[in-house]
C-alpha cells in the first residue's frame, strides 16, 4: 500500500466518520481512531490527533448548516460548555491517580446501559412540559424546526445536566476521547429536549472542547499533515450530507442510529480498557 | 408589542444566519487550503510508503504557528495542510467569539460573561498549551 492508496482508504472512511458524527451529534472519532489503530496499525498517537481533526471538522462543517436551521441551542451549548470545560481541567488532574483502565470499562458499561435507554422511544413529549424555574432564567426555552413549523420546548434539570456535563469533561480529560456520548445523553435524558437539538447542540460543544486541546496535541506531533488532509477532505463532505438528512430523518431512526453507534463505541471502550491501551501510550 | 416573552426570536434568527454563513467561509477557506497542500503532497509523496506504524516527532516546524507559516511560505506542500488544519481550529474560536458578540448586541450580560469565560479558556489552552 502507498501514500496515495492509504489516502483514498482514510478518504472514504472519514466521508463515513463526518456523515454518522454529524447526525448523531458525536463527532468522527468514533469511526477514526479504530479505523486508523485497528485496520492500519498505525500509532494510537497519530490516530487521536486525526481523530481530534475530525471533530473539529464535523462540528464546524455541520454547524455551518445548523445554526442556519435554527436546530442547536446556543445559550445551552455556552452554558454546559463551561461545565464541560472545568470538568476537562479536573480529569487531566485527576489523571495521575486514577487508573485510566478502569474508567475505560466502566465508561463502556454505562454507555451499553444508556444506548437501551436512548433507542427506546420517549414517554412524554418534550414540548408539553411544564417551564423549569431555573431554565426560564437563564433563558434557556428555545424552539426548532419540526413538520415545517418551529416547535417551543423547555429546557429541565439544569443542574443535573450541568453535572453529567462536568463528568463527560472529565472522562473525555481522562481517556482523551470525545465525550458526545454523554453530552447528548445529559441533553436528552436528563435535560429533556428534542432529540434534534440535543444532537445539534452537542455538535457545537464537541467542536469547542476539541478545539482547546488542539494546541497541546499539534505542539506534541500527534497532527501528521499527511492523516489530517484526508480525514479533513472526508469529513466535510461527510457532515454536509449527514446535515442535509437531518431535517428529513426520523427522531426514530436518529435514536436508533445514535444506539447502535453507543454500543460499538462501548465495545471497543472495553475491548481498550481490559487490552491495556487507553489514551496516551 | 408582539411576544413579550420571546423579544428578539427574529434578531436572533438573523443573527444566527450570519454565524453560520461566517462559519461556512472559515471551514471552506481551510477546506481549500487542505485540499491545494494535499494534491502537491501527494504529487510528490503518493508513491512511497506510509510510516504511521510507528511515531516519529516530526520536524518541529510542524507543531507551531510561526513554523507553519514559515513552512507554507518555502513551498512545504505539509506546511501548507498544517495551516489548513489551524484555519480549521480557528474556526470554533471564531464561533464562540460571534456568540459573544451577538449576546452583546442583544444586552444579554449573562451570556456575553459565560460566552468570554469559555473564550478564555480556549485561548488559554490553545496558546498557552506547551
Known amino acids: ?281 | 408589542m408582539a411576544d413579550r416573552t420571546r423579544p428578539s426570536a427574529e434578531g436572533e434568527r438573523r443573527l444566527e444566519r450570519q454565524i453560520g454563513n461566517l462559519l461556512r467561509s472559515g471551514v471552506s477557506l481551510a477546506a481549500a487550503v487542505v485540499l491545494i497542500g494535499g494534491i502537491v503532497y501527494l504529487a510528490r509523496h503518493g508513491g512511497s510508503p506510509p510510516h504511521y506504524q510507528r511515531f516519529y516527532e516530526q520536524s518541529s516546524d510542524l507543531h507551531t504557528v510561526t513554523g507553519i507559516l514559515g513552512d507554507t511560505c518555502s513551498g512545504s506542500s505539509r506546511g501548507t495542510i498544517q495551516l489548513g488544519i489551524l484555519l480549521l481550529i480557528a474556526t470554533p474560536v471564531m464561533r464562540v467569539l460571534l456568540l459573544a458578540i451577538g449576546f452583546a448586541w442583544q444586552r444579554d450580560t449573562t451570556y456575553v460573561l459565560l460566552s468570554l469565560v469559555v473564550l478564555g479558556v480556549l485561548l488559554y489552552s490553545l496558546l498557552g498549551g506547551s
Open chain 1, 1 to 281: 500500500m502507498n501514500t496515495l492508496e492509504m489516502t483514498l482508504l482514510i478518504w472514504a472512511g472519514s466521508c463515513l466518520a463526518g456523515f454518522v458524527g454529524a447526525l448523531t451529534g458525536l463527532g468522527g472519532g468514533i469511526v477514526i481512531v479504530p479505523l486508523l489503530t485497528l485496520a492500519f496499525h498505525f500509532d494510537i498517537r497519530y490516530a487521536i490527533g486525526a481523530s481530534l481533526v475530525s471533530v473539529i471538522a464535523t462540528s464546524s462543517g455541520a454547524a455551518a448548516a445548523y445554526v442556519k436551521e435554527g436546530y442547536a441551542n446556543m445559550r445551552l451549548g455556552i452554558l454546559l460548555e463551561i461545565a464541560t470545560t472545568a470538568g476537562a481541567v479536573g480529569g487531566a488532574a485527576a489523571a495521575a491517580y486514577l487508573a485510566s483502565d478502569t474508567v475505560a470499562v466502566t465508561f463502556g458499561l454505562v454507555l451499553l446501559f444508556s444506548a437501551y435507554f436512548s433507542g427506546r422511544r420517549r414517554r412524554p413529549k418534550p414540548e408539553a412540559s411544564q417551564p423549569d424555574r431555573l431554565a426560564t432564567l437563564l433563558r434557556l426555552d428555545a424552539d426548532y424546526p419540526a413538520n415545517g413549523h418551529r416547535a417551543a420546548y423547555h429546557v429541565r434539570g439544569v443542574p443535573g445536566g450541568f453535572g453529567v456535563m462536568f463528568i463527560a469533561g472529565a472522562i473525555s480529560g481522562l481517556l482523551g476521547i470525545g465525550s458526545g456520548a454523554l453530552k447528548v445523553l445529559a441533553m436528552d435524558q436528563i435535560m429533556r429536549i428534542p432529540f434534534k437539538v440535543s444532537t445539534t447542540t452537542s455538535n457545537f460543544m464537541i467542536g469547542v472542547t476539541a478545539a482547546a486541546s488542539a494546541g497541546v496535541y499539534l505542539n506534541r506531533g500527534y497532527v501528521a499533515p499527511g492523516l489530517a488532509m484526508p480525514v479533513v477532505l472526508g469529513v466535510l463532505p461527510g457532515a454536509l450530507l449527514g446535515t442535509r438528512l437531518l431535517p428529513k430523518a426520523e427522531t426514530r431512526w436518529l435514536r436508533i442510529l445514535f444506539a447502535m453507534v453507543l454500543v460499538f463505541l462501548a465495545v471497543e471502550m472495553i475491548y481498550n480498557g481490559l487490552s491495556g491501551s487507553v489514551g496516551e501510550p
